[in-house]
């Protein structure tokens, strides 16, 4: 017995001192991509997941050693192997699997379907369905119409008791219990439709793209939590002198469509769809306040319109899709890789996953 702990101690350390790789994984037309984010963002491999494509989310749990993504090619959720890069298993559970969430454990998945009014609750594992949290749809703009409206983007919060849930044009978001998968009550009402959102660890605010808005709105992170404040971002003066006539189509039907919080809680970054830049904004103190602006391309000529945007685990880099990385530590660009709106940083150690970021 004392030998057999001496050599489990011993290969704990041994697990425990190896170096940590970490991957970013970004999905493209029919795969994902997979860099090095500690060798200047270098290209390592190409996934390629046949009869996919056009893919609206992606999560991916260390624990059960698990990558998903939905597809909306063939509208179903794919499960892959994180060692052997192989497919699983594929799951269709409703029409248009959306942006889903991994509970923190790794082990439940919160699922939207665009198409329809619900959440499914899934066991990460094999995929099969614990519960369905009814929501609702949502009325189409007469301007800017969104292509598909319905259950949309969602997010869980560090000890795992909430689920956030946004449904395109609806002006509140919905708290669900995971306890026993049943809404709690609603965020609102905000100015208009949610897009993108994130939440601080505490459950104290939520900030959120809102449609027709070039910035965010905040509000109180509870079931009948109000909208506090509104935040207009201000888009630099030159480049507004060298874009005077933006495109009439806004891409996502909108002008902010990607928001995020810096993992140590002290700066909430947003994308310009229309100028191609991202915002940052100090919220140590309300309101926000905008503190930099970062233009995401290299010519003026370049008109980059990111619909998302992603840190890495450590906040060290920010991840706007249209090809930028950002050190947040300088707000200056630190590469650029073909980077799209899904992608999320999982780490290895001895080739084994042990821990993984979110969209």
């Known amino acids: ?65 698990k990558l998903y993504v939905t597809s909306f090619k063939t509208d179903d959720l794919v ?24 509970t923190p454990d790794g082990k439940t998945m919160y699922l939207p379907f665009r198409d329809e009014i619900f959440w499914k609750v899934l066991n990460a594992a094999d995929g099969s369905v614990v519960a369905t949290i009814n929501t609702e749809r949502g009325k189409q703009y007469e301007v800017d119409p969104i292509a598909t409206i319905g259950p949309h983007n969602t997010w869980i919060n560090p000890n795992g008791k909430r689920a956030y849930l946004e449904v395109l044009t609806v002006p509140y978001l919905y708290i669900a219990d995971t306890a026993t998968n049943r809404v709690l009550g609603k965020v609102g009402p905000f100015s208009k439709g949610l897009r993108p959102f994130a939440v601080t660890e505490d459950d104290k605010y939520v900030f959120a793209n809102i449609d027709g808005l070039l910035g965010f709105e905040v509000a109180e992170a509870k079931p009948g939590g109000k909208m506090l404040y509104r935040v207009e971002a201000q888009t630099p003066k030159e480049r507004l002198a060298q ?14 469509h990607g928001i995020n919080l810096r993992p140590d809680q002290k700066e909430v970054w947003m994308v310009d769809g229309v100028y191609g830049y991202v915002y940052v904004y100090d919220v140590t103190s309300m309101p926000p306040k905008q503190t930099a602006s970062i233009a995401i391309f290299r010519d003026p000529t370049e008109q980059p319109h990111p619909g998302w945007l992603t840190f890495s685990i450590d906040g060290r880099y920010a991840y706007p899709d249209g090809g930028a990385v950002i050190d947040t530590a300088t707000k200056k660009v630190a590469a650029w890789i073909p980077t799209s709106e899904k992608l999320i940083e999982i780490d290895f150690q001895n080739g084994k996953p042990v821990k993984a970021g979110h969209r």
């Open 79 to 102: 499960c892959l192997d994180l060692q052997t890069d192989a497919v699983l298993w594929r799951k269709k559970l409703g029409k248009y699997a959306d942006s889903m969430m991994l």
């Open 243 to 256: 874009v005077p006539q933006p495109p009439a189509h806004k891409p996502h039907s909108t002008q902010s």
């Open 1 to 65: 017995m004392t030998r057999f702990v001496a050599i489990f101690v011993a290969a704990a350390c041994v697990v425990s001192g190896a170096p940590l790789e970490r991957r970013l994984y970004v999905t493209d037309r029919s795969g994902i991509s997979v860099y090095d984010i500690d060798h200047g963002h270098t290209l390592v491999r190409k996934i390629d997941i046949p009869n996919t494509g056009d893919y609206k989310g992606i999560v991916a749990s260390p624990v059960l050693n």
